[in-house]
């Protein structure tokens, strides 16, 4: 997780051991903890999955937190060239595609269902995958450039999920037809550190002053 601490021989070693990273970008650079690993990940021939760390606080959607990976990186990278030419690079230093790549099999080796591999978006056997699949009158230009900077979960036009093809226009059984059991244990689980009473009573606080 994170690493932003790591000096470059210390990442190297864990890379050159096979240590998988999950970057969190958006929490890192607002809290101080600095830049995300992403182009040295990259200078090693790795790559990071991405995640959130803070989902009270920050969008859980992927799409926009690979965005964020991506801008924070493609930003390093043309301050770099600035400096060292003083212009701009001829094209986007990081491919959409390689963000893709990060928010699916990345994410999947991280939690143990697949390994980590060199060609983003292929598919082999024996991976389980979740698929968003975008409408093209949904997305500006090529596939993957357009997933990287349009795509988001309000707008999707068919999803799979363990091989399984689910209609987004059935949205209360978009993926499991138990929703409502698992929206009643989400609340029970709510309710368990923060009762409703109790947020009640400091809602009305908070008007009150």
Known sequence: M????????????????????????????????????????????????????????????????????????????????????????????VPAAEALDWITTRGAAMLGMSRPHRQPGARQAGRYRGDVARPARHVAGARCRGLGRHAGLGRPGARRAGGRHASPSATAGLLRSDLGAVRARLAASGERILPISTSKASAAQIAAQ
């Not at 470059?8 to 958006?26: N, R």
């Not at 903890?33 to 991405?50: E, K």
Request: net charge negative.
């Open 2 to 93: 994170h690493g932003n601490n790591l000096t470059d021989a210390q990442l190297k070693a864990f890379v050159d051991l096979g240590v998988s990273f999950s970057i969190t970008p958006e929490n890192e650079m607002a809290q101080g903890h600095g830049h995300p690993i992403t182009g040295r990940l990259r200078a090693l021939g790795s790559a990071p999955s991405v995640g959130v760390d803070l989902e009270s606080a920050i969008s859980g959607d992927m799409f926009t937190v690979a965005r964020m990976a991506l801008a924070s990186q493609r930003a390093l990278d043309n301050a770099a060239e600035r400096a060292s030419s003083g212009g701009i690079p001829p094209t986007s230093t």
